[in-house]
DNA sequence: GTCTATAGATCGATAGAC
DNA sequence: GTCTATCGATCTATAGAC
């Protein structure tokens, strides 16, 4: 018989929105404790280090998701270019076609970055890694595998600023088509 | 003989420093004053709506200075790909490298993004726009100069995100090459 | 494990003297 | 035009009952 109570893990989804939507500073616990629907009391329990703890383990939850549904699936010993392909399918729905802004990306920009430096780091060495070595195997040089990974990574986060400022999704879709494009003749 | 007396617009670079830092929920009065070297009575004699009146003149001064040193320069009617040259070294200094992020960009991926909207857009349009035109002018078709433009100013926006992430400015200026290098075979 | 009550600090903004 | 004093609200975090 599952456990009817409340679980740690079930209060991520909820204050992962209230980062997206406010940041870090301006998520107030007041309306932590209304989208979670959790007094103070249980998410002091939960996340002893408050605030702080919360957002770590956000950035863990997202990071955790890309690792098992982007990085890992790049390396996979099948065809490359379907493992990308998967990818951009993945990145897609993950930011739902551009409406969704990317929780690391705000927080590199935001007064945030010194206090979550490590995870930031990680998630864009660890994507731009992958990816570089998912294009290795596709038969791109070793300079041209890495110059394409970051060139990828770097326009889908200016996608999301870009469509974020502009409020056009569009350009987020744009952006992945012209990738899948530039990738594609990156071979050549 | 000058007035020694502050005036508003000596205390925009500070404010910008400020809100650059922190962001805009994160920027306290109490840093803003120390900045500054104002007290709060002076402050709110300069900007009586408080600290939105501040970061909009902040984002109202950007906007300025990106019309004059960047989007009315690429309406240049002299040869367009010098025009663009001049784009690309004027936000290669604006940005310090990479070492600089845009708070445009930031407001936008923040809190900040409702309040800000108009001002937020507007920047991103008229770069777009302008540059567009300049790429007409240099002999693309208008579906190649809209999708180039789209993307260099992306990229670059992106390349401020990773830059910020993985705390190294090479990214930018690896990722204004490529942009250049990239017009470069667009028009063959 | 969840709640309410509240501490203690800081916030943006205002008042009013000079 | 600049300052200090201060208001009232809001903030994160804690204490302690149940």
Sequence with gaps: MPREIAERSD???????????????????????????????????????????????????????????????????????DAIEHMFEAVDAYFHSGERICLLGAFALGDTRERFKAPINDYFTRWTDALTRALLRTGLTRTQARHTAEEVVVAIQGALVIARSRQDPQVFARTLRRLRQRIATARQ
């Design 11 to 81: 209060t991520i989804a909820a204050l992962g929105e209230v980062f997206r939507k406010h940041g870090y500073s301006g998520a107030s616990l007041a309306e932590i404790t209304e989208r979670t629907g959790l007094g103070k009391g249980s998410l002091y329990h939960f996340f002893p280090d408050g605030k702080q703890e919360m957002a770590e383990a956000v950035l863990e939850d997202v990071s955790r998701w890309f690792e098992a549904h982007v990085f890992t699936p790049l390396q996979d010993p099948a065809d490359p270019m």
